[in-house]
């Protein structure tokens, strides 16, 4: 991890430390997992002593916000985005309607922060948006839909960043989590028929555009569009697997009854 922590100017007490260490988590800077650098490269970073350091870090962890692993350093707890409860998330997965009311909500959020993004993205923030999607184009001409999937949620993740809005950011990670943890699995079915992949690609395409041209309306609106897309696609893949499954009945049904006939007297 690089020199993510400013040196502390005035008072230098742990309440100093935690706050900043608070803010990176809350701007998303450091994720669930991170690994912080040892105790002597963050004190130096800090320009904090030790004791002081090691006192903020115990305040950190009973928030709940750090982990300590036994010969395995200070790593930041599983704390992002977990707005839905598992209770919830349960309720979710068992409800069909929930997937309809995902897509609306997240098309309303995705359009704001794909606006905000195109308003606040810094050099450094479309840097990382232009690595991304040149990911997603390398992953769609080589036919690998599960890594476009995966790039595609990296994707709205960074446009989320871009924001700057950090409650927005992690709003938009309690929805993206839904889809990591595979509560919609139908999702990966649209990645797999060929006119859909290049549609998505086009439409992540245009959200790019949008973003890095600081067209705010244009961004908002490719966004919006793209989630709209999303709504029919996921509903088509549906009905194509509903009607996939009704005509194997039929066929086993007729079979099972030619059979019966054969064998009547």
């Known amino acids: 991890m690089s020199?993510?922590?400013?040196?502390?100017?005035?008072?230098?007490?742990?309440?100093?430390?935690?706050?900043?260490?608070?803010?990176?988590?809350?701007e998303g800077v450091l994720r669930a997992g991170d690994r912080l650098p040892g105790e002597r490269e963050m004190a130096k970073q800090f320009d904090v002593s030790r004791p002081i350091l090691r006192d903020a870090l115990k305040v950190l962890e009973g928030r709940g916000l750090m982990v300590s692993r036994h010969g395995g350093g200070t790593h930041v707890a599983d704390v992002i985005g977990?707005?839905?409860?598992?209770?919830?998330?349960?309720?979710?997965?068992?409800?069909?309607?929930?997937?309809?009311?995902?897509?609306?909500?997240r098309r309303e959020i995705e359009g704001l922060a794909a606006e905000y993004a195109a308003k606040r993205a810094t050099a450094e923030d479309l840097a990382l948006l232009d690595r991304i999607m040149a990911r997603m184009e390398a992953a769609h001409r080589h036919a690998d839909f599960r890594e476009e999937a995966e790039i595609d949620v990296?994707?709205?993740?960074?446009?989320?960043?871009?924001?700057?809005?950090?409650?927005?950011l992690h709003t938009l990670r309690s929805c993206?989590?839904?889809l990591s943890d595979g509560v919609f699995q139908n999702r990966l079915i649209v990645f797999t028929q060929p006119a859909a992949r290049e549609a998505l690609?086009?439409?992540?395409?245009?959200?790019?555009?949008?973003?890095?041209?600081?067209?705010?309306?244009?961004?908002?609106?490719?966004?919006?569009?793209?989630?709209?897309?999303?709504?029919?696609?996921?509903?088509?893949?549906?009905r194509s697997g509903?009607?996939?499954?009704?005509?194997?009945?039929?066929?086993?049904?007729?079979?099972?009854?030619?059979?019966a006939d054969r064998k009547r007297p």
Not at 3 to 22: K, M
Not at 154 to 168: D, S
Request: aromatic residues 6%.
């Open 3 to 26: 020199d993510i922590f400013s040196r502390i100017e005035h008072s230098r007490t742990a309440d100093e430390v935690v706050q900043q260490i608070e803010s990176l988590i809350l």
């Open 242 to 259: 509903d009607w996939q499954r009704v005509s194997r009945l039929r066929l086993r049904q007729r079979m099972d009854d030619e059979e």
């Open 82 to 105: 977990q707005v839905f409860s598992k209770p919830v998330m349960e309720l979710i997965v068992s409800h069909r309607k929930a997937a309809a009311d995902y897509l609306e909500y």
């Open 201 to 238: 690609l086009a439409q992540h395409q245009a959200i790019h555009r949008a973003v890095v041209a600081g067209d705010p309306a244009g961004a908002r609106k490719a966004a919006m569009d793209h989630i709209s897309y999303l709504e029919r696609a996921m509903a088509e893949a549906e």
């Open 154 to 168: 990296e994707f709205h993740h960074a446009v989320g960043e871009c924001a700057h809005n950090i409650i927005l």
């Open 176 to 178: 993206y989590r839904l």
